[in-house]
């Protein structure tokens, strides 16, 4: 028996491959009557890097909140152009939206339990001559340390034109 999917953590990291991921995310919620919470993870800068910074940088740094607070609308802003772009209505699907600081599968996994997803779907990024072999690293990090179901969306056609700073 299929568990029933009511909620989708959909995880981005706003590259092209993670906004046309959504589009199967908006899709699997119309179907299955879901919601779809978005993440969005930040990684901390390391602390050695902290060494090399000029006082611009660390004043950027000092503002993550606003950092924060952009990507949520650009977010916001993405979904919005979905609606308007493919006819779908992500705008009521999506019920929450997510931007944390920390490592991504950490962040993933603990979304995921914390708000009660039923799966998990996300982009994969093909790198190199190993794009075949090898998963995102964090791709293969959520799928080796979950128990949920998983989507993973594989790179877009060459012909397909999705874009977070486009939309």
């Known amino acids: ?32 009557g879901a919601t779809i919470l978005i993440l969005h993870t930040l990684e901390p800068v390391p602390a050695y890097v902290k060494n090399y910074l000029t006082d611009s940088d660390q004043i950027a740094l000092d503002h993550q909140d606003t950092v924060i607070e952009k990507i949520q609308k650009r977010i916001d802003h993405f979904c919005k152009n979905v609606d308007s772009h493919a006819g779908y209505h992500c705008a009521e699907l999506v019920s929450k939206t997510i931007v944390r600081l920390g490592h991504p599968v950490d962040q993933i996994l603990k979304v995921a339990d914390e708000e009660g997803c039923d799966v998990i779907v996300m982009g994969t990024h093909g790198k190199g001559f190993l794009k075949q072999t090898f998963l995102g690293s964090v791709s293969r990090g959520v799928l080796d340390s979950t128990r949920k179901p998983i989507f993973i969306i594989p790179l877009p056609p060459e012909t397909e034109h999705i874009e977070w700073a486009s939309m």
């Open 1 to 32: 028996m299929i568990p029933q999917i009511k909620k989708i953590l959909y995880a981005t990291d706003l590259s092209r491959n993670s906004a046309y991921a959504f589009y199967f995310a908006v899709d699997l919620a119309q179907r299955r």
